[in-house]
């Protein structure tokens, strides 16, 4: 079982409509990543979190260190949005970062 | 403010050879982190870098390895290279001291190397 573990896996949503991409993990972390991959290989970060939420813009981020959980949520999808969306967490006294393998976003119009 | 900056971008090297990757971070960033992305593991962390020093490993074997210049340029290096070295390598930088553990991170394009 992989320590990081994102659903769906792939996702397809019609222009307009409520994202939610989910993120558990299996061990104790210090913080969590969302980032964003476009095709072509370019990843943007779009939130780092130790507890509760953020938002920014059509984006909001929230994580439940006691449940080892954390969502994104994307408001008002767009074509623009599709891309993969990655979740990646710090873990271990040394830190280290382990990756989820990635939910693939389709927004068509 | 110019981005992160990876160089080469793309590239092509034979087994057994060793190649060596550089990474430019925003000026003012002195975290640089490195990873590996493939088709069958995904990303994977590499190492992490901060003010010359190495700051936290993944699990590499020890040839891959890395280091950072005065100027928190970074360089990584893979040694004896094999055929599932072939992967996209992207560096990060961070703005905070913390590095991967509390600051943003700013990926490069990456270096998009082949091993024949």
């Known amino acids: 079982k992989n320590e990081v573990e994102q659903s769906p896996q792939n996702l397809t949503a019609q222009e307009g409509e409520f994202i939610t991409i989910n993120c558990s993990y299996s061990v104790g972390i210090s913080a969590l990543h969302w980032l964003q991959q476009h095709p072509g290989g370019g990843i943007v970060s779009l939130f780092m979190l130790s507890s509760g939420k953020k938002k920014h813009g059509r984006l909001i981020a929230t994580i439940n260190i006691q449940e080892k959980h954390s969502s994104l949520h994307i408001t008002a999808s767009h074509p623009r949005d599709s891309a993969v969306y990655i979740c990646?967490?710090?873990?271990?006294?040394?830190?280290?970062?382990?990756f989820g393998t990635g939910t693939r976003l389709q927004v068509t119009l | 403010k110019a981005g992160v900056t990876q160089t080469p971008r793309y590239l092509i090297k034979t087994r057994g050879q060793q190649v060596t990757l550089s990474c430019s971070p925003i000026s003012g960033h002195r975290s640089v982190s490195w990873y590996q992305q493939t088709p069958g593991q995904g990303l994977q962390f590499l190492f992490e870098y901060f003010s010359e020093t190495q700051r936290n490993k993944g699990n590499f074997p020890g040839r891959f390895s890395g280091r950072q210049f005065s100027n928190s340029r970074s360089e990584m290096n893979v040694s004896t290279l094999e055929l599932g070295d072939s992967a996209l390598y992207l560096c990060a930088s961070s703005p905070a001291s913390g590095g991967i553990n509390t600051g943003e991170l700013f990926f490069g394009e990456g270096s998009r190397l082949t091993v024949l």
């Open positions: 990646a967490v710090v873990t271990g006294t040394a830190s280290k970062l382990t």
